[in-house]
């Protein structure tokens, strides 16, 4: 008798067990998704939604999502939509709860806001439901709305910060980008504007000017002109009423910007038969709205007009100056193994030796390696100070150039037919760059009065530089002011 009450002791407390197991594990996740259902204003799957409808009083905004963050609006125009935006409204739909219910089948919705609603949101689903919610005015305290399902008896009230991310603007759900590319896959650049026409290419992911000048570009400048076509948000579009051609400044354009992509994103460097259509942007006239300056812009490809602010127009309206590398020379400190200088003092040749610089002999006076022999310690090179030759190199990386001249005379005129000092950068038997400094200039933007400055060239450069006359000084030394000295016992 004692045997069969235990094992029906057994069996209750394995059925409980059992039961309790299904509760608190299988049955988690049905439980939460049924209370969800229960707090949410509407039972909505956001991966199934195909139209969104966001109707105001004045007006309707009709999204429709044609992949996935991928949204078109067709009213109350057709254009492009922000995807991000689109999606963050369906996310706070489906997250929408209701915080409490104030009252059931109220005589008089006008004190809530809902007769006429403020807001009526309707969306349609590829399952074929709908759904539909209307949203009142906020409560006293401004956190929170109230809100009511059309066939519902309840007024309720959510999340302001929730409903705030469901009503938006048509400018808000709106693409708003400037010029749609690829940051990463343009190759080509041109640019005209007030300050004359450039052309930029990517090579291997170095940008270089090809005219008017060719040169390098400086990375900093042409990332910040990139980012400000990609990044840039539109201001204010303009659908109605729209000037004509003229009055928007597009018969002349102020800026025209025209970029190229590599055909299948593959782009940077590519020549030009093997890219896409360019992506044309054009900034016309200026309009003044509140104190505030303007422009008229568009796209060649879409029939938008934009306006964007004075910002942007400054970053697009860049000079040669801005756009070009102000390096003095352009060369990697570590391939540097031989230096020759001729200066007013006297000619040397400086060698690296593994980590040790030394007084050597030029490329063209070196003799064969079958003639080369190990030095006797009376006929060891001497050594080379090494802060004389970090100061040579600091000066050529460090300094930048003060200004350009693009057309220059005879190179007699600035003194560097006959140089004062020449520089020859080494790397083995390759020469990396020769460098002439000539006589005093003097820059046509006022400097500080203690600065003195001298005309430089590089050899295969097409134009003439004003640099500081500091970056000659290291330069201009004789045998005795960079040898070591050696200290005797």
């Avoid at 969800?36 to 039972?43: C, R, S, V, W």
């Avoid at 590829?126 to 949203?135: Q, V």
């Avoid at 309009?287 to 490809?301: F, L």
């Avoid at 000539?438 to 046509?444: E, I, L, M, Q, T």
Wanted: aromatic share 8%.
């Amino acid at each position: 008798m004692k045997f069969k009450g235990t094992l029906i002791l057994l069996l209750i407390f394995a059925v409980v067990g059992a039961m309790a197991y299904y509760y608190d594990y299988k049955g988690g996740p049905q439980r939460e998704s049924r209370e969800k259902a229960a707090k949410g204003l509407l039972t909505l799957d956001k991966a199934k939604v195909k139209e969104l409808r966001l109707h105001y009083p004045d007006k309707e905004i009709v999204g429709v999502r044609e992949k996935e963050s991928q949204w078109k609006i067709t009213a109350p125009i057709a254009a492009v939509g922000d995807g991000a935006e689109w999606e963050r409204v369906v996310a706070n739909l489906s997250d929408l709860e209701k915080e409490k219910v104030l009252a059931e089948s109220p005589a008089d919705l006008k004190p809530f806001g809902l007769d006429p609603p403020v807001l009526k949101v309707s969306v349609s689903t590829t399952d074929g439901k709908t759904f539909e919610a209307h949203f009142g005015i906020p409560n006293p305290t401004g956190s929170s709305v109230y809100a009511k399902l059309p066939n519902g008896k309840e007024v309720v009230l959510v999340p302001s910060t929730t409903y705030q991310g469901i009503k938006k603007d048509l400018l808000d759900l709106r693409d708003r980008s400037l010029l749609r590319f690829k940051e990463f896959d343009v190759y080509s650049l041109n640019l005209k504007n007030a300050n004359g026409s450039y052309k930029l290419l990517n090579v291997n992911r170095n940008w270089e000017i090809k005219e008017p000048v060719t040169t390098k570009a400086e990375p900093a400048e042409v990332s910040a002109l990139l980012n400000a076509l990609s990044f840039t948000k539109v201001t204010e579009f303009i659908d109605y009423n729209v000037p004509t051609e003229s009055e928007m400044g597009f018969d002349n354009p102020a800026i025209m910007v025209s970029l190229v992509e590599g055909k299948d994103g593959q782009g940077a460097g590519k020549v030009s038969d093997q890219a896409e259509r360019p992506c044309e942007l054009w900034v016309g006239a200026a309009k003044e709205i509140k104190g505030a300056h303007y422009y008229y812009a568009k796209d060649t490809a879409r029939k938008d007009i934009m306006l964007i602010d004075q910002t942007v127009f400054t970053k697009l309206n860049r000079s040669l100056t801005e756009l070009r590398s102000k390096e003095l020379v352009f060369f990697h400190r570590y391939e540097v193994d031989g230096i020759d200088l001729k200066s007013e003092k006297e000619s040397l040749s400086l060698r690296k030796d593994k980590t040790q610089w030394f007084l050597g002999t030029a490329p063209a006076a070196r003799p064969m390696p079958a003639q080369e022999s190990v030095p006797s310690a009376a006929e060891a090179r001497p050594k080379v100070k090494s802060d004389q030759i970090v100061a040579m190199l600091n000066a050529l990386e460090s300094f930048k150039v003060t200004e350009f001249v693009d057309r220059p005379g005879a190179l007699g005129t600035y003194g560097l037919e006959k140089p004062r000092v020449e520089v020859v950068l080494w790397k083995g038997e390759d020469r990396l760059a020769q460098v002439h400094f000539g006589r005093a200039a003097k820059p046509s933007m006022k400097q500080a009065e203690d600065q003195r400055f001298c005309y430089m060239n590089v050899t295969g450069e097409a134009y003439v530089k004003i640099v500081n006359l500091e970056v000659m000084s290291p330069f201009n030394v004789s045998r005795s002011e960079i040898i070591e000295t050696e200290v005797k016992p």
